[in-house]
C-alpha cells in the first residue's frame, strides 16, 4: 500500500517537476537526510512549477514518501502546506478559516474567531518586543482532522487524555499552526508583508509585569496587523511526530556568522527586528523578568528585543541547508511578483529518519536524538526567540516530544509520556489552560 | 548490658568554621526530613546543652553578629556483642554516658582523645585543568604538588617533588597534635589546639594522661599582623565535653594565612585559582577522635576503635538535602566493596529481587530535587515538576520516572535536561549522576517493588552514622565541600568493619605512638595517599580540599558542564550550537546560589508570596564583571574567556571572600525564623541572618540562563 502511495505520490509530482530528478536510491533503499533530488544546473531542490500555475495543489497527506523519502521531500511538502495554508479562499486566508485551539471542545468546536491571545513565547516566558516597543502577538489555529481527533476521542477531558492509549498517533492530515504577527504603525511600510485587522488581546500588569490578563482580558479590535512568521506542523503518512516547519518573512532579523564574535554586530543594516550594529551579545536577551511598560496606555514596553537568527537554516547537514536555500529560492522565483508570499522563506524543518526510529511515548529528543534530521536546531526568530541559544531547548522537538508530563499541581495526576504529548495543546488543556513546562 | 564492645558514633563527624568563639551543635537530623511531632525538618543544627532542640534563626550569629561554629558531638554506645561478628544494619546499640552501666560496671567518667591538623598545603593539587579526579593517582602516577618551589631557589616539577621532605613536612603542614580531655572536667574548660595548649595523650601503658612536651606542635607562618583577610593561624579548634560526658569538637575561626617561599607569615600573596593556591593556609583540619571508659572501680577501658572529625566549611543551608550526598558516595563505596549488605549488592550485581524501602531509600532522592528550589534559580516550572515528585507514594510511580534521571554507568553524562540531576558532575563528567544504588533502588521502585518493603531500620549508632554524612556534599568531589573523592577509595577505610570493635564507615586510622614525639622532627608524614594502602594520619581527610577553602567556595557558584560536551568555550562557537552555554549550578544544596529573603518576603506586597531572588553572596565587589579580577592574578587570567553572566553571585575578586564569607546568610526553614508570621507558609526555607545590607550583584534570571545573558542591577 505505502508502495501505491509513493508511486501515485511521484506521478504527481513529476508531472508538476520540470527540473527535478530522483537520485540512485541507496540499494536498501534506506535513506539519509544526505540523500537528495539532484537538480540539473546548480539548484537541487526545486518548486514544480505547477504549484504557481493557478490554485496551489492541495497537500495529500496520505500520498508521501516513504523508505525512499529525501530530505527534499520535506522541505516540498512544508512550503506546499506553506502556500496552501496561505491562498486566498473567499477573502481570506486558508489558515484563516481554520480552527482556533478552543474547537478541541465540543462547545466551541466550530470556533474561527482568531484572536491574536499569546504574547509570552514557550519556555522562556519572554516576549518579542518590536523596534516600536510593541509586543509580538501570536495565536495557534488546528484544521480539522486534529480537532476531530480530539474530539471524536474525548481528548479535552483529563481524564481521558491520562488514560489514553499512549502508542496511539495523531492521525495523517492532522495540522497545528502558531501565526506571528507585528502591530503596524501608523505610515509604517508594510507593503512587502501580509496585512489584515485583527482583534487583539492587551497587555495588563499582572503580578507586575506586563502580561496579558487571562482572567479578564481586555480586547481591543480591527487592529492593524502583519504576519511576521508561521509555525506549519502537519502530520504526514509516516510521520506522526509532525513533520515541523517554519517561515518568516524575509527581514525579519539578521543571521549570525558562522563563528560569529558575541562583540561583533550582526549585521549594519537595520531589520524588522535588529537595529543596525547591535551587538550579537546583545541580541535574544530574554526579557521574562526585566520587561516593563514605559507607556502603559499605549501599550510600549521596554526593552526592545534585537533578534538575530542564530542557526541559519535551523541548522542541519549541508545538502538540508542547501535545499532549503534552494528551495527558497525556487520558490520565490516562480511566485508572481505581487505576491507578498515572495518575501516569505522556510527558515528550516525537523522531523524523523524513520529507518533510525518512530515516535514511541517518553521519548526526548535530548536523551536520544538518533532519529531526528532535517534542520537540528530549528527556532523560529520571532516565536522561539530566546530558547535559540539554550542548548537543551533549541529545536522543535526539545519541548514537542513524548515525554511525561510531571509538572503539574499537586492535586493533579501525572500524564504519562504519550506519543500525543506532542502537541501541546492537549497538554495545555490538560493542565488547565496553563503553559506547558519543559521537564526540566 | 552484659558483653558488649564499644563504639564511638558518629563514625565520621563533620565541625564547621564560624568567626565566633561561639558554636551550636551540628545536626542530627538528615537535611529536609520530616520529623514526627514537628512541621520542622531535619538538617537544622541544636541548641548547645540540649539534646535535640533545634536552633532558630536567633542561634545563628553571636551577640557581636560573628557566625557561630557548629561543633561535631561524639556519643559512645554499647553493642551486645551475641554473635562476635558485626552485620549491617544492626538495630539496637546504647548509649553510654556518665553513670550507664557497661559490662556491670558503672562509667564515671570518659577521657577524650583529638587530634587536629591540617596537610593542606603538602599535598597533591586537585588539578583543575586536568580535571580527573581520583584518576590521576592511578598507575602510580601523581597530580602535581602544591607548593612545588617552596623553600627552593629554582623553579621545581610539581610532579617530582617529595612530599615526605622534612622541610616540607615542617613547614607547610599545621599541626596541633594531641589533646585529652575529661569529660568530668571538660564542660567548662575546653583545651584548645594552640600553640600554647601542651599536647596530651591518654598513655595506655599507665593507664593517665600524659603531657607530651616534646610534642612538634606546629603552626607555620603564624607571627604577623592581619591584612586583607589573611589572618595568621594559630589554632584550629577546641575539644569540651557534655556533663553526660559526650565529646565536642570545634574547628577554627574560618582564617587563611598567607606564606611566602621561605615560610614567612606574608599577606601579600595571590588567589589566582580556585582550588590549588599556593603560599595559602587555612584552619580546616580532620582527625581522630579515641576514647576511654573509666569506671566506678577505677579500671579504664579504651575504645578499640576510632572515629574521626572534619572541621570544614560552614552549612549555609542545612536543610537543603543534596541530590547526592557524601553518605551515598561513602553508603557506596562500602555497598560495592565490603560486602555490607548483600541481600542488596553482592558479586558485582545488585540484587533485581531486592525491595527498596520508598521512605528510605526512595524517597530523600525526590526530596533533595524538591529541596533544590530554596538555593537555585529554577523556573516555576521545574519547582512544580519537582513539588509533584513529593506526593508520589511506595506504589509504582505513574510514568516512568527513569526518563528523567541520569542513568549513572556513564553512557549520559554528557547529557542535560530532561535527565537529573540538573546540575554539574563529579571529574570528567558533564552532568551529576545519582549514586550506583541510589538508581538502582529508584529502578526498582520504578518496577513497583517499593510497595510493602519493609523499613530500613538503623541502630541508633549506625543511623548518626549516616545522618552527619547525608548532610554533607556528595557526587560532585572537584573537590568537593566536605570530603573529597577518597570517599570512595576503598584504602581510606577500615575494612575489619566486621569485628565489633570497629564496625563499618571507619577512616582507617593509623596507630600514632604520641610517646615518640620529637621537637625536632616532624610528628606527622605523607600519610594517606589516594589508592595506596597508607593509614590515616590526621589531617589527611582535608588536605585534598581547596586551599584555602574560600575561594572554591566563592567560585563555584555557577558553571558551564566541565568537560563541555561540544568542546572548550571560545569566543568563536559561543553561538555554534555546539557547545552548551547555559549555566548550571555546582553545588547547589551545601553553596547556595539563588535564595528568597526573610526580609524580601515580609515586604513582599503580595502577602506571603516568594519574593524575587536574590544571590547568597551579593556584597560590595560581586557585581558580574567581564572577567573577575583577583589582584595579581593579571597573567592567569589573560587568556580566559569569560563573559559577565559567568561571574554572577560570586566576588570577582577572590580575595574579598576571605573576609566577606561572614556575612553570606543562611537559609532555613520559615518557623525556625523569629517573628515568622503564622499565616506564611510552614514550606518556606528562607535566608535569614545575612549580613549584606545592600544587595551589591545582580538581579537573578531564572533557569535556562547561558552565559551571553545581559547582567542586570538587583532589585533593591
Request: charged fraction near 20%; hydrophobic fraction near 35%.
Amino acid at each position: 500500500m505505502k508502495k501505491i502511495r509513493k508511486l501515485s505520490y511521484w506521478l504527481v509530482l513529476i508531472l508538476m517537476l520540470v527540473a527535478c530528478k530522483e537520485t540512485p536510491k541507496k540499494s536498501n533503499g534506506q535513506i539519509t537526510s544526505e540523500t537528495v533530488l539532484v537538480q540539473t544546473n546548480d539548484t537541487l531542490c526545486a518548486a514544480p512549477v505547477a504549484w504557481f500555475n493557478g490554485a496551489v495543489p492541495t497537500p495529500n497527506p496520505n500520498v508521501f514518501p516513504q523508505g525512499d523519502v529525501t530530505n527534499c521531500d520535506f522541505h516540498l511538502v512544508s512550503w506546499n502546506y506553506f502556500l496552501w495554508l496561505t491562498e486566498e479562499v473567499n477573502g481570506e486566508l486558508r489558515f484563516e478559516t481554520m480552527y482556533t485551539n478552543k474547537a478541541i471542545y465540543p462547545e466551541f468546536k466550530d470556533d474561527t474567531y482568531h484572536v491574536l491571545d499569546i504574547v509570552e513565547q514557550a519556555l522562556s516566558k519572554g516576549m518579542l518586543v518590536d523596534q516600536n516597543g510593541r509586543a509580538v502577538y501570536s495565536s495557534i489555529i488546528i484544521n480539522d482532522v486534529y480537532r476531530d481527533f480530539v474530539l471524536d476521542n474525548q481528548l479535552y477531558d483529563p481524564e481521558v487524555l491520562l488514560n489514553f492509549d499512549p502508542n496511539t498517533n495523531f492521525p495523517v492530515g492532522s495540522i497545528a499552526l502558531k501565526t506571528s504577527w507585528k502591530i503596524v504603525q501608523p505610515n509604517e511600510d508594510v507593503s512587502k508583508l501580509y496585512t489584515k485587522k485583527a482583534d487583539i488581546e492587551l497587555l495588563d500588569l499582572v503580578d507586575g509585569l506586563p502580561r496579558i490578563d487571562k482572567n479578564n482580558p481586555n480586547v481591543e479590535k480591527d487592529v492593524e496587523v502583519a504576519l511576521v512568521a508561521l509555525h506549519v506542523s502537519v502530520v504526514v503518512e509516516g510521520h506522526p511526530e509532525f513533520i515541523w516547519a517554519t517561515f518568516e518573512f524575509d527581514d525579519n532579523a539578521p543571521d549570525f556568522a558562522e563563528n560569529q564574535n558575541p562583540d561583533a554586530a550582526v549585521s549594519v543594516a537595520d531589520w524588522m527586528f535588529y537595529a543596525a550594529s547591535t551587538p550579537a551579545r546583545k541580541t535574544n536577551a530574554d526579557n521574562a523578568t526585566t520587561l516593563k511598560f514605559s507607556n502603559q496606555e499605549k501599550q510600549l514596553l521596554a526593552p526592545i528585543t534585537q533578534v538575530a537568527r542564530q542557526y541559519v537554516n535551523g541548522g542541519g547537514s549541508t545538502t538540508n541547508q542547501e535545499n532549503i536555500t534552494h528551495l527558497n529560492k525556487s520558490v520565490k522565483s516562480q511566485l508572481p511578483s505581487a505576491s507578498v508570499w515572495k518575501n516569505y522563506f522556510e527558515v528550516g524543518a525537523i522531523w524523523f529518519n524513520t529507518s533510525k526510529g518512530s515516535l514511541k511515548p517518553d521519548w526526548n529528543p535530548n536523551v536520544d536524538p538518533s532519529m531526528v534530521t532535517g534542520s537540528l536546531k530549528l527556532s523560529n526568530a520571532t516565536i522561539e526567540t530566546f530558547t535559540q541559544k539554550v542548548r537543551s531547548q533549541n529545536e522543535c522537538f526539545s519541548c514537542h516530544n513524548t515525554n511525561a508530563l510531571t509538572s503539574v499541581p499537586t492535586d493533579m495526576k501525572i500524564l504519562g509520556g504519550k506519543n500525543v504529548n506532542i502537541s501541546h495543546i492537549l497538554l495545555k488543556n490538560y493542565i488547565g489552560g496553563k503553559e506547558i513546562p519543559l521537564q526540566n | 548490658m552484659e558483653n558488649t564492645t564499644l563504639r564511638i558514633h558518629p563514625a565520621i563527624g563533620m565541625a564547621r568554621v564560624g568567626n565566633s568563639t561561639d558554636y551550636y551543635l551540628g545536626p542530627e537530623t538528615m537535611a529536609a526530613s520530616p520529623q514526627k511531632g514537628t512541621v520542622i525538618t531535619g538538617g537544622l543544627p541544636i541548641k548547645p546543652g540540649t539534646e535535640n532542640t533545634t536552633i532558630t534563626s536567633e542561634d545563628l550569629r553571636d551577640d557581636q553578629g560573628r557566625l557561630k561554629r557548629q561543633a561535631a558531638r561524639f556519643k559512645i554506645y554499647q553493642y551486645p556483642n551475641e554473635t562476635g561478628q558485626v552485620s549491617y544494619p544492626t538495630p539496637g546499640g546504647e548509649e553510654v554516658l556518665i553513670g550507664s552501666v557497661v559490662n556491670g560496671k558503672k562509667v564515671v567518667d570518659i577521657i577524650w582523645t583529638a587530634h587536629l591538623a591540617n596537610k593542606k598545603a603538602n599535598c597533591w593539587e586537585i588539578d583543575e585543568d586536568a580535571n580527573l579526579g581520583i584518576a590521576l593517582y592511578k598507575n602510580n602516577e601523581f597530580p602535581p604538588m602544591r607548593n612545588p618551589d617552596f623553600m627552593q631557589t629554582t623553579p621545581q616539577d610539581p610532579k617530582s617533588v617529595d612530599p615526605s621532605d622534612p622541610v616540607r613536612l615542617k613547614n607547610l603542614v599545621i599541626d596541633a597534635g594531641p589533646r585529652t580531655i575529661m569529660a568530668s572536667k571538660g564542660s567548662d574548660t575546653p583545651i584548645k589546639f594552640d600553640k600554647k595548649t601542651p599536647a596530651t595523650y591518654f598513655d595506655a601503658s599507665t593507664g593517665e594522661i600524659s603531657e607530651q612536651s616534646n610534642y612538634p606542635i606546629q603552626f607555620p607562618a603564624s607571627e604577623g599582623k592581619s591584612k586583607d583577610g589573611s589572618d595568621p593561624i594559630s589554632y584550629l579548634g577546641e575539644i569540651l565535653t557534655e556533663p553526660n560526658g559526650r565529646l565536642l569538637v570545634l574547628g577554627g575561626y574560618g582564617l587563611a594565612a598567607g606564606f611566602d617561599n621561605e615560610g614567612n607569615y606574608n599577606t601579600a600573596q595571590t588567589l589566582c585559582f580556585d582550588v590549588d593556591n599556593d603560599n595559602w593556609l587555612d584552619d580546616t583540619s580532620d582527625g581522630p577522635i579515641t576514647a576511654v571508659i573509666v569506671y566506678e572501680d577505677g579500671s579504664k577501658e579504651p575504645i578499640k576503635g576510632s572515629a574521626w572529625v572534619v572541621a570544614t566549611d560552614p552549612a549555609y543551608a542545612p536543610q537543603t538535602l543534596n541530590a547526592v550526598s557524601l553518605w551515598d558516595d561513602i553508603y557506596n563505596t562500602w555497598l560495592e566493596n565490603f560486602n555490607l549488605q548483600p541481600e542488596i549488592y553482592r558479586n558485582g550485581t545488585y540484587n533485581e529481587n531486592y525491595k527498596p524501602s520508598f521512605n528510605d531509600e526512595v524517597f530523600p532522592t525526590l526530596n533533595a530535587s524538591h529541596m533544590q528550589m530554596w538555593n537555585t534559580n529554577l523556573p516555576k516550572q521545574a519547582i512544580n515538576g519537582h513539588k509533584r515528585m513529593m506526593t508520589l507514594t511506595e506504589e509504582k510511580p505513574p510514568f516512568d520516572i527513569l526518563q528523567y534521571i541520569r542513568n549513572p554507568d556513564g553512557s549520559q553524562d554528557t547529557i542535560g535536561a530532561p535527565l537529573m540531576p540538573l546540575s554539574l558532575g563529579d571529574a570528567n563528567q558533564s552532568f551529576l549522576t545519582l549514586s550506583r544504588q541510589q538508581y538502582f533502588f529508584m529502578k526498582q521502585w520504578n518496577k513497583g517493588m517499593s510497595v510493602g518493603a519493609k523499613e530500613t531500620v538503623l541502630g541508633a549508632g549506625e543511623q548518626l552514622d549516616k545522618t552527619i554524612l547525608v548532610n554533607c556534599l556528595g557526587g560532585r568531589f572537584s573537590p568537593g565541600i566536605d570530603m573529597t573523592f577518597i570517599a570512595r577509595d576503598v584504602n581510606l577505610y577500615n575494612e575489619n568493619w566486621k569485628d565489633p570493635a570497629i564496625g563499618p564507615f571507619r577512616i582507617d586510622a593509623k596507630t600514632l605512638d604520641y610517646s615518640s614525639a620529637n621537637t625536632e622532627k616532624p610528628f606527622l608524614g605523607v600519610g594517606y595517599t589516594p589508592l595506596r594502602s597508607y593509614k590515616v594520619e590526621p589531617g589527611d581527610i582535608c588536605k585534598f580540599m581547596s586551599i584555602p577553602w574560600h575561594t572554591d567556595y566563592n567560585s563555584c557558584a555557577t558553571h558551564t558542564p566541565a568537560p563541555n560536551p561540544g568542546g572548550k568555550i571560545t569566543k568563536e562557537n559561543i553561538f555554534s550550537g555546539d557547545v552548551n552555554t547555559t549555566l548550571f549550578w555546582s553545588w547547589p544544596a551545601q553553596r547556595p546560589v539563588a535564595v528568597y529573603t526573610f526580609d524580601d518576603l515580609v515586604s513582599n506586597t503580595d502577602r506571603g508570596e516568594l519574593p524575587e531572588q536574590r544571590y547568597s553572596v551579593r556584597g560590595k565587589g560581586t557585581a558580574a564583571t567581564e572577567k573577575m579580577h583577583s589582584v595579581g592574578c593579571e597573567k592567569e587570567e589573560k587568556n580566559q574567556f569569560e563573559m559577565k553572566a559567568m561571574n554572577v553571585g560570586r566576588y570577582q575578586n577572590r580575595r574579598n571572600f576571605l573576609t566577606e564569607w561572614v556575612k553570606v546568610g543562611t537559609i532555613i526553614q520559615g518557623p525556625a525564623i523569629k517573628n515568622y508570621p503564622s499565616d506564611f507558609s510552614k514550606d518556606y526555607y528562607l535566608e535569614v541572618e545575612s549580613k549584606f545590607d545592600i544587595d551589591e550583584s545582580n538581579q537573578v534570571v531564572f533557569w535556562p540562563n547561558v552565559i551571553d545573558d545581559e547582567v542586570y542591577p538587583p532589585k533593591q
